[in-house]
């Protein structure tokens, strides 16, 4: 056999492969364009759990040097510690 009966350039079997990768690429990005052009009030109603206000409120209490706290009176650990790491620069 020669080296050029093992050559894959210009194979039209590797077009088949690319396909279905460029269209997964492009269903994950369309849904990421839309989210773009809609308003920012209506990005937070829609897609923000009722859950991430507890974690801003704990984030800005360990910012500004309350500690771990929602109220600011009762110590709390009821969160993901490496998600909180990512929050409280944030603030």
């Given at each position: ?43 937070i ?6 859950d991430?206000?507890?974690?801003l ?10 500690g ?10 009821g ?13």
């Open positions: 056999m020669t080296d050029a009966m093992h050559t894959h350039d210009g194979c039209p079997g590797n077009a088949w492969i690319n396909l279905p990768i460029a269209a997964l690429f492009i269903g994950a990005c369309l849904p990421l364009a839309w989210a773009m052009w809609q308003p920012m009030g209506y990005i109603e829609r897609f923000t759990p009722d991430v206000f507890y974690y409120k704990t984030a800005m209490n360990i910012a500004q040097g309350h771990s706290t929602f109220d600011g009176v009762n110590r709390t650990n969160y993901h510690p490496l998600w909180m790491l990512l929050l409280v620069p944030i603030y």
